[in-house]
């Protein structure tokens, strides 16, 4: 099966960031063209072509540039200021800055934020202990009926590890998979960028969740390049196909959860009722009722029959 690399898009833009200042930030360094090839072990023609784009960078020449910057930090924090700035400026786009800070630090560190960007599987093979599965009529239902979305928020939730990791054996014993908007990811890969160590350690985490789950072939990334947003893309895609199939959403987001559940209600959309759930604090699946009292997302829903 080929992986799908969650990180690999947020390693790219980290490259192209640095590639298109590095002349700024070698001037800044007041070394040669000739001084930082010496560092890093290239020839003086291979820097000017990295900074003229004549030739890509490559992740062995990012980190060893990254390693020279933190090694000048380390000696010179007070140049730490003026460095993002000039990134900052002379950087690939303004997408690559987030929350008014370049994407390729972590902490004062080039290097750290680097290795942040790779999945970090291990704690997620650990065996779950203790940890009853709840409703369990219900969800061998849903493994076995229904198309199953993901928002990213549910990857991002409480517990999520625990209640995707028990979820998994049902979705394999009935051959259903978890379908993961390619925007998710995009969100995901958007997070680990921020400033906020705290939400680029929650995106970390979920992706590296998906990676977990992609191993263990129960989720499947669906999505085009021209997809806008989360909420438009998931309310479009209810919307055409709740006449064809049994659809469910597992999201946080209890607005966007009551609008696609609003469809059961629209006449000249008949079909299959939609349900839409969201992981409590336990890890437990729970199902949004709708907002007007209607049922329609309730749990009656959830009854044991095919497509």
């Known amino acids: 099966m080929t992986m799908f690399d969650f990180f690999l898009h947020t390693r790219e833009k980290m490259i192209a960031n640095l590639q298109a200042s590095l002349r700024s930030v070698r001037q800044l360094l007041n070394l040669s063209a000739q001084e930082l090839g010496d560092f890093i072990g290239v020839t003086r023609q291979t820097v000017n072509n990295l900074e003229t784009g004549k030739t890509p960078m490559s992740p062995t020449q990012y980190v060893a540039i990254s390693a020279v910057l933190d090694k000048v930090l380390e000696e010179k924090p007070e140049l730490y200021p003026a460095l993002t700035s000039v990134i900052q400026t002379s950087g690939y786009s303004s997408e690559d800055t987030l929350g008014g800070e370049i994407i390729n630090v972590h902490n004062g560190s080039f290097l750290k934020k680097w290795f942040m960007c790779f999945p970090g599987t291990g704690s997620l093979e650990q065996t779950l202990q203790g940890k009853p599965l709840l409703d369990g009529d219900a969800l061998n239902t849903i493994a076995k009926n229904y198309k199953i ?30 379908i993961i908007p390619l925007l998710v990811v995009e969100t995901l ?20 969740l998906l990676t977990y789950l992609q191993a263990r072939e129960v989720i499947e990334i669906r999505g085009e390049q021209t997809d806008k947003t989360i909420n438009s893309l998931l309310f479009s895609v209810f919307a055409r196909h709740k006449s064809s199939y049994r659809l469910l959403l597992i999201t946080q987001a209890e607005n966007l959860a009551q609008d696609i559940l609003s ?20 890890g437990s699946l729970k199902v949004y009722n709708e907002k007007d009292g209607n049922p329609g997302g309730d749990i009656q829903y ?3 029959t095919t497509y």
């Open 189 to 208: 890969q958007n997070m680990l960028l921020v400033p906020d160590p705290l939400k680029a350690g929650q995106a970390k985490e979920g992706l590296a």
């Open 149 to 178: 979305f993901v928002n990213y928020d549910s990857l991002l939730a409480d517990n999520s590890r625990e209640f995707f990791d028990q979820f998994a054996p049902l979705l394999k014993q009935h051959g259903n998979r978890l």
């Open 263 to 282: 469809l059961n209600h629209n006449q000249s959309l008949p079909g299959f009722p939609i349900v839409c759930c969201h992981l409590d604090g336990e």
């Open 302 to 304: 959830l009854k044991d």
